[in-house]
């Protein structure tokens, strides 16, 4: 298993400029989540979905951002009008339902920089 | 309402021994997972060990153990024997389920830092 996939590693871009991140979990993991990681925030979970369906949206910050997953093996994390404060690492985790550990396994990131 | 606190920002320990670091964590939830978590400099999440709320023994994976008291609601993660490459942050997260849907937050953070 190629493990959960983000792209892109990392993006530059210019305030107002839309942003779209993109996730593939690990296949047959029932739980996918959206975290956001910065030095004053630490590691914040924005959304999470379960079977494609999204649980908790608490920790989206604000109507700029939104998430979806369409299906059980993509989900995007959108920004727009991204703004400089949104710089950050984004991660995306995924997980197995059901009795047990159910131990997330998270993507290498992406590195948001808003100019 | 879930939290999880972790109150060392940075610990130092010397090489080849032993060094805990603390974390509690606040739940209503009866059933719920606690976990570790390593990040490296290259920025990755590595998965150290699990606890469940009921498991009746401490976790332990390798030089990893998770000194488990319910009572106290603290979950601290001892590593025996430190390494040089054991220089991270470490993340302590809490997973509420089912009921709580089996959302998962994580605390602060501690940086370790193992002197040669």
């Known amino acids: 298993d190629a493990g959960v996939i983000q792209s892109p590693r990392h993006e530059v871009t210019e305030m107002g400029q839309e942003v779209t991140l993109r996730c593939k979990p690990i296949?047959?993991?029932?739980?996918l989540f959206w975290y956001r990681q910065t030095m004053m925030r630490g590691l914040e979970l924005l959304i999470y979905f379960n079977n494609n369906v999204p649980i908790d949206d608490s920790g989206m910050p604000e109507d700029r951002f939104s998430a979806k997953m369409p299906n059980a093996s993509f989900s995007t994390l959108k920004i727009q009008p991204s703004e400089p404060r949104d710089s950050a690492v984004y991660f995306c985790?995924?997980?197995?339902?059901?009795?047990?550990?159910?131990?997330?396994?998270f993507g290498a990131g992406s590195r948001l920089t808003v100019l | 309402a879930q939290k999880i606190t972790q109150t060392q920002p940075g610990m130092f320990v010397q090489e080849k021994e032993a060094v805990t670091l603390d974390c509690t964590y606040d739940?209503?939830?009866?059933?719920?997972?606690l976990f570790w978590y390593k990040q490296p400099s290259s920025g990755e999440m590595i998965f150290l060990i699990y606890?469940?709320?009921?498991?009746?023994q401490n976790a332990t994976e390798g030089r990893y153990s998770l000194n488990f008291q319910k009572a106290r609601k603290s979950a601290n993660l001892v590593i025996s024997a430190s390494q040089l490459g054991d220089s991270a942050m470490y993340f302590c997260a809490m997973r509420e389920a089912p009921g709580g849907g089996f959302k998962t937050i994580f605390g602060a953070g501690t940086r370790l830092f193992v002197k040669a």
């Open positions: 985790a995924s997980s197995p339902g059901g009795a047990g550990a159910n131990v997330l396994t």
């Open positions: 739940t209503s939830d009866p059933s719920y997972g």
């Open positions: 606890q469940g709320s009921y498991d009746q």
């Open positions: 296949s047959g993991h029932d739980y």
